[in-house]
């Protein structure tokens, strides 16, 4: 079984994290490590986040007291969150207001092996 890394960075989801949340939680394939960046926000956004970390080891929360989204930032916590793992693990990136279908992880996965793939990318689907 492979392990995928999750990074979400937040600011003032109050209204769509939690829905965000509970759709990674629900994956069918359940090893993975989930970053959560609380991206600097004025709402109850750190606090929701909060309450599911503290059920959950795999959720592990990142605070910024500001709003970072310079490019050198964000892909400085890329390369700190990737470089605590070796290749045998996949990385994926899920917005504070999107979610995943609870087969999302699973599929991507048996789609990569089934077809010897290092990267695959997937679409959208609009609600």
Do not use: P
Request: contains cysteine; aromatic residues 14%; charged residues 25%.
């Amino acid at each position: 079984m492979s392990r995928v890394i999750i990074r979400t960075f937040a600011y003032n989801a109050e209204k769509t994290i939690e829905r965000t949340i509970k759709s990674i939680m629900s994956q069918t394939h359940m090893d993975f490590i989930w970053y959560v960046i609380n991206n600097g926000s004025t709402d109850s956004t750190g606090k929701i986040i909060e309450s599911y970390a503290k059920k959950d080891k795999r959720i592990r929360v990142i605070k910024n007291n500001i709003n970072r989204t310079d490019t050198e930032y964000t892909i400085g916590v890329f390369y700190d969150i990737l470089s605590k793992y070796d290749d045998t693990c996949y990385f994926c990136t899920i917005d504070a207001d999107d979610f995943y279908h609870s087969r999302f992880l699973e599929e991507m996965l048996y789609f990569i092996k089934e077809n010897n793939l290092d990267i695959a990318a997937c679409s959208s689907v609009f609600l």
